[in-house]
């Protein structure tokens, strides 16, 4: 049995839709009908037509496609795929920090749970961020949960005063800034594009910083021959396929997400066939989490 032409096969029997993020491995993205970052992805989930939505990703993500499309059977293939991140900050954790500056605004990371959602006034994508944030009358804003996310946008908007809390990928994390010296002088051509999830010191020793989507768009558009990719490895496979006069290299060898890589073709299948791993939402934390991810949409 050729398992891409099942998968298809199904699809079509389910009218079903397959959402895949840039980190997936190459046998989930060949399958996928939209491949991008966090943004992208969710504004496909919240417009999209069909009856059920397959996402190739993170728990958060298929729980994000879930809230902004509450009638469609949305599916995750892998239900252990989860995000370090996102676990994190806790409700009760995000409770007593509001409590810490009553009225302060909270702008939450896309890479958190429906319940921490449903507790913050607005969401935002690694691509949005800094718009959302400037955007918001406040001066004082609260932060949650990537604290190198949003010393990144603090950079970039230095008038407002964000209060963070300490959360981090644990994969972008292993990124130091001696790795970046050391491509530096390997590669001293190189254009070096980093995700914000990376340290502060890393993220300074950029030529560009952005989502999985920007850094893929960048280095499209870019006269350069050679790139090093501070970001996941899955970015990798779009790249290479639509740019294979240039050169790719990943900044750092720990740059592979094991929650991303849990997702197989075969995973794909089988959610197809059995209607695994169906996600559901609360209605009442669905509807205060769908406000949250519909200012931004509107916003950004
Ligand atoms: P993007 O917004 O670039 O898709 O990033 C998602 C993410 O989880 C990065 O680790």
């Not at 059920?52 to 298929?62: E, K, L, S």
């Not at 740019?243 to 720990?254: A, N, T, V």
């Not at 299948?269 to 406000?291: C, D, F, M, N």
Request: with cysteine; charged share 25%; aromatic share 6%.
């Amino acid at each position: 049995m050729d398992l891409q032409t099942e998968v298809r096969r199904l699809k079509k029997e389910r009218n079903a839709v397959i959402l895949a993020h840039n980190y997936q491995l190459e046998e989930v993205q060949q399958v996928a009908d939209y491949v991008g970052d966090s943004f992208y992805l969710s504004k496909i989930a919240a417009n999209t037509k069909e009856d059920v939505i397959v996402f190739c990703g993170v728990r958060f993500m298929a729980e994000t496609a879930k809230i902004l499309s509450p009638r469609k059977t949305v599916l995750l293939p892998e239900s252990g795929a989860g995000c370090p991140l996102a676990d994190m900050i806790t409700v009760e954790g995000l409770r007593e920090m509001k409590a810490r500056y009553p009225g302060v605004p909270v702008v939450c990371y896309i890479n958190s749970s429906a319940e921490v959602k449903a507790e913050c006034d607005i969401c935002c994508t690694s691509s949005n961020a800094v718009k959302i944030v400037r955007s918001l009358p406040e001066r004082r804003i609260l932060f949650v949960p990537d604290e190198n996310l949003g010393q990144y946008v603090a950079q970039k908007v230095p008038d407002k005063e964000l209060i963070l809390w300490q959360g981090h990928c644990r994969t972008h994390a292993k990124v130091k800034p001696a790795d970046v010296e050391s491509v530096r002088a390997r590669y001293p051509e190189a254009k070096i594009l980093i995700h914000p999830e990376c340290e502060p010191a890393v993220v300074a020793m950029a030529d560009f910083a952005g989502s999985t989507s920007e850094i893929i768009n960048y280095a499209k558009q870019s006269t350069a021959k050679v790139f090093i990719i501070g970001t996941e490895a899955g970015v990798l496979h779009n790249l290479n396929d639509s740019c294979p006069e240039k050169q790719f290299y990943l900044l750092h060898p720990g740059l592979i997400c094991p929650n991303m890589k849990m997702t197989r073709l075969n995973s794909v299948y089988q959610a197809l066939l059995t209607s695994r791993h169906e996600i559901e939402v609360p209605a009442e934390l669905a509807y205060r989490a769908q406000s949250m991810l519909n200012k931004m949409l509107e916003l950004a």
